[in-house]
């Protein structure tokens, strides 16, 4: 029989929260369930999601960075196809091909001079695992700095650097020699680098979870502290890299010049998943030192032809849209607009990023009854006020964005670098709109309680219906793939809910459902890959240099 993925599509719609609470994660499919997530998404193109009912979201997640060219960007997809057409060589192994050379060729020339070795990998924290490896085979040296505050993967290495201890729990001893110092704090570096046996600082040059930002003279000690002590610097971009902060890299806002980077997300066009660590050539022969180390460190679908076709693809779009500029002009005037709010609610503390990697920061009012309102709001779930905002966005706006963390009050934007002035401006209307109800009255807190109440009851409903229901004839041991979605948690609808909104927000991204009326889809009237930004009413030092 012919594999027909449109006919299986259409006939399986609907079944996926079924199958991945039978098959897979179930305790995910609880949460999206309980906070009404449960959309099902048919389409994309651009800065725009399409659900089963033709309703149009903006993505302001791009798919925690993943999507920075815009989803289903045409020049990445032209190129897949003519890879798939080419009947490509694919994984000999025993080999070097051509087209992971080409793309090493492309991408080192946006790093420093000293930067000129590439291992590809599948993912940006298995780039991570493969940077510590390097850094100690390297140094010959044991111990890896990390911050608080930092994710740089979930694998065990990766995972001994994660600054969320939520993520640690319950995986026993990690990797060993591993310390945590704080974020920005010069002093604590050195005290612990000052004993000659730290093989690697690994750092976010600006934090994802919490968008944090340290200050410019923290960069300049990193530089001078990693150098006097002969610690090498990992400066992580799997997030904040190609163009993210308006820079190809992050760090070369500081003039920094680590030893190794690590990549991947946007590398991959959001079609193939694609990673990368790059380093100096000391570091990398040490490493593959001899012909019998030829393979010490191998990833067996890390040079695959269609990975490295979307990689090039995706440098050939960034420059030739210019997109690295367009972000830094495009963020600072989401910026400068996002200020004005910030003058006009008490809520609003603090916008704070770079370029279009940008943390809104919301905490405790002046005024005596919103103070109140705060306060009570805050005991229920430490950041549910923060939901309060989140949540109206999408129902009454259908906006996706993102809680960068647990337990904190920060809502992350990572849209697509295309995002233009239309997208712009549809934002910060749509928080305005939100914010100002929010400060008038407790409808907003209402309407979040409310619809994590019925979420959780749905949930537990359709929990019962999965247990209840016959079995389906069509597939084989239908029977015994349904159970219950497990044991009941401790606490009311809402603090159950609000806990597992966080747990969601920190491991990168938390959604809501949107409006409940259907309507007709709504196409999106420019072309789907064009920046839209007036790019004349930026000033000239917003703009960053021409990437390479």
């Known amino acids: 029989m012919v594999f027909d993925l449109a006919t299986l599509l259409k006939d399986r719609r609907g079944d996926a929260f079924e199958l991945h609470t039978s098959h897979m994660n179930h305790q995910l499919a609880g949460v999206l369930e309980t906070l009404g997530f449960d959309r099902s998404y048919v389409s994309g193109s651009g800065c725009y999601l399409y659900d089963t009912e033709g309703n149009r979201y903006l993505d302001l997640l791009s798919g925690f960075g993943v999507h920075a060219l815009g989803r289903n960007h045409p020049a990445v997809t032209q190129a897949l196809h003519e890879a798939l057409a080419l009947d490509l060589p694919n994984m000999v192994q025993i080999d070097c091909a051509l087209l992971p050379a080409l793309l090493a060729e492309r991408l080192l020339p946006y790093a420093h001079r000293g930067i000129n070795r590439v291992f590809f990998c599948n993912s940006g924290t298995e780039a991570v695992e493969a940077a510590i490896k390097f850094a100690r085979c390297a140094t010959k040296r044991p111990r890896i700095l990390y911050c608080s505050h930092a994710f740089h993967g979930l694998t065990t290495g990766s995972l001994a650097l994660n600054g969320g201890a939520e993520f640690r729990r319950g995986f026993g001893r990690l990797l060993p020699d591993t310390t ?185 009012p002046q005024s005596p009854s919103l103070r109140r309102r705060w306060r009570a709001t805050e005991r229920l779930r430490a950041g549910l006020s923060t939901q309060a905002i989140v949540v109206p966005l999408f129902h009454r706006h259908r906006i996706l964005t993102q809680v960068a963390a647990d337990n904190v009050n920060i809502i992350k934007l990572l849209p697509p670098l295309i995002a233009g002035i239309e997208e712009i401006n549809a934002f910060v209307e749509a928080l305005d709109d939100v914010l100002g109800d929010l400060e008038r009255s407790p409808r907003s807190l209402l309407e979040v309680g409310g619809r994590l109440a019925r979420g959780a009851l749905r949930t537990r409903l359709g929990a019962l219906r999965r247990a209840i229901r016959p079995p389906r004839t069509d597939r084989p041991d239908a029977a015994t793939t349904r159970g219950f979605l497990g044991p009941r948690h401790e606490g009311t609808a809402i603090e159950r809910a609000g806990r597992s909104s966080d747990r969601l927000a920190a491991s990168e991204g938390a959604t809501g459902r949107f409006a409940d009326e259907p309507a007709e889809r709504q196409p999106d009237p420019r072309p789907p890959h064009q920046p839209s930004i007036d790019r004349s009413a930026i000033s000239p030092e917003a703009r960053p240099a021409a990437a390479p």
């Open 180 to 364: 945590e110092v704080p974020f920005g704090d010069a002093d604590a570096l050195r005290r612990e680098l000052r004993h000659r046996d730290v093989a690697a600082f690994v750092f976010e040059p600006i934090q994802g979870k919490g968008v944090y930002v340290a200050p410019d003279s923290y960069w300049d000690a990193v530089a001078t502290l990693c150098r006097q002590f002969k610690t090498l610097m990992v400066a992580d971009e799997v997030q904040t890299g190609l163009g993210r902060t308006g820079r190809f890299f992050c760090h070369q806002h500081w003039g920094l010049e680590p030893d190794i980077i690590t990549v991947s997300k946007a590398l991959s066009g959001g079609l193939v998943p694609v990673g990368a660590t790059l380093c100096t050539d000391r570091v990398f022969k040490k490493v593959f030192s001899s012909l019998d180390r030829a393979m010490v460190h191998s990833s067996t679908f890390g040079r695959n032809q269609l990975a490295m076709v979307a990689g090039l693809a995706t440098l050939s779009v960034l420059e030739t849209e210019q997109l690295v500029e367009h972000a830094a002009a495009a963020g600072a005037t989401l910026m400068e607009k996002l200020q004005v709010l910030v003058d006009r609610y008490e809520v609003f503390h603090e916008v704070r990023g770079k370029g279009l990697m940008i943390g809104l920061v919301f905490g405790k």
